[in-house]
């Protein structure tokens, strides 16, 4: 099953109060690249007042490089949003597959998906 989330946009900041929110269809076009995915086991979030900014990277234990492989920025109410979205598939996956449980979970120096307070290195 595919979860997709969506953001509603309006055009204008002001509305009639007549006028009724028109459905509009996004057809998404997803190239072969982009079809094949990239892993990733480490996500570096940052922001300033304007943007999110998530760099999706990849740890390899015994590695002590590691390679930025996708980088998104997005305005924080599309950053919110997404979270919003993931968190409802999450909820949905966990009542079909059962609770996604997180054990033994890697120290800072291993790898994984991590907060990274401000001016931290990361390898």
Known sequence: MIGLFC??????NVMNSNAQQQNQQINIELGEKEAEGIYSNLA?????PAEFIIDFTR?????QKAKVHARIISTPQHAKML????KDNIDKFEARFGEIKIEN????Q???????????KIN
């Open 7 to 12: 953001f509603n946009h309006q055009l204008g």
């Open 44 to 48: 570096i979030i940052t922001h300033s």
């Open 59 to 63: 740890i390899v234990p015994g590695v």
């Open 83 to 86: 979270m919003l979205a993931l």
């Open 105 to 108: 979970q890697p120290s800072p």
């Open 110 to 120: 291993q790898y994984g998906f991590m907060n990274v307070k401000k001016d931290e």
